[in-house]
């Protein structure tokens, strides 16, 4: 499954994003998704995700701030940043998971495929 994010660029703290995620590959609207981002020097960490049911789950540090959706028709899911802050710089990257858990899982172990990512910048 080829993914294929955009929707990254530099933004002022406090401002806002929409990321994207789609493919022409493969039908996107019953998988578990998750989102993921990493920093420079840092590990690659949950952000949040979407199962394929439709629960969400999102890190601590970004929930009231960040959202995903889907939209069934464009074969997309979102990741809607706001409030953005300078520690939200990063590459984010999405990535769909096979497994039909009831919840989002953390691990980027637990997800199949990825995109290649996409840069936020957020400036002071």
């Known amino acids: 499954v080829q993914l294929v994010e955009s929707g990254g660029r530099l933004v002022q703290a406090g401002g806002s994003l929409r990321l994207a995620c789609t493919s022409t590959?493969?039908?996107?609207?019953?998988?578990?998704m998750g989102w993921f981002r990493q920093a420079p020097g840092e590990e690659r960490v949950f952000v949040g995700g979407?199962?394929?049911?439709?629960?969400?789950r999102y890190k601590d540090s970004v929930k009231g701030r960040f959202s995903i959706s889907r939209d069934v028709a464009e074969n997309t899911v979102y990741l809607q940043l706001t409030s953005l802050k300078p520690e939200d710089t990063a590459v984010y990257y999405c990535?769909?998971?096979?497994?039909?858990?009831?919840?989002?899982?953390?691990?980027?172990?637990?997800?199949?495929?990825w995109g290649q990512g996409t840069q936020v910048t957020v400036a002071t």
């Open positions: 990535t769909v998971s096979l497994r039909r858990t009831i919840v989002p899982q953390e691990a980027p172990g637990d997800y199949d495929y």
């Open positions: 590959e493969r039908t996107l609207n019953s998988l578990a």
């Open positions: 979407i199962s394929w049911s439709g629960v969400t």
